[in-house]
């Protein structure tokens, strides 16, 4: 099983980047999926998330509004479509397996985890 978060790199603020976590080994329109940054010295962030079946989908406070997150069930991937970009925003962005609740992302120790992909928001 592999999940790889893809589309990372360096825009400026207000821009806008679209994230992709591709699935192999799994399919992942069973699995509710979750979006998490880590910035350094930061904690861990869940980020946003959507349930299996697209009837849960969570934001965090600091990126409701700006961001959107979508399945595609035929090409085996999540998106997260991100918009109007702060520095703050700078992270590294991770997808994951989860449980995905309208309120809160829940994760555990058996959860698939991607390699991450690096957004950097600067001028």
């Known amino acids: 099983v592999q999940l790889q978060a893809s589309g990372g790199g360096l825009v400026e603020p207000g821009g806008s980047l679209r994230l992709s976590c591709a699935a192999s080994?799994?399919?992942?329109?069973?699995?509710?999926i979750g979006w998490f940054r880590q910035a350094p010295g930061q904690e861990r962030e869940g980020v946003s998330c959507i349930s299996s079946r697209d009837t849960s989908i969570y934001y965090a406070d600091s990126v409701t509004g700006r961001f959107t997150i979508s399945r595609d069930n035929a090409k085996n991937t999540v998106y997260l479509q991100m918009n109007s970009l702060k520095r703050e925003d700078t992270a590294v962005y991770y997808c994951?397996?989860?449980?995905?609740?309208?309120?809160?992302?829940?994760?555990?120790?058996?959860?698939?985890w991607g390699q991450g992909t690096l957004v950097t928001v600067s001028s």
């Open positions: 994951a397996t989860v449980l995905c609740l309208t309120s809160s992302i829940g994760t555990m120790p058996s959860d698939y």
């Open positions: 080994g799994i399919t992942l329109d069973i699995w509710d």
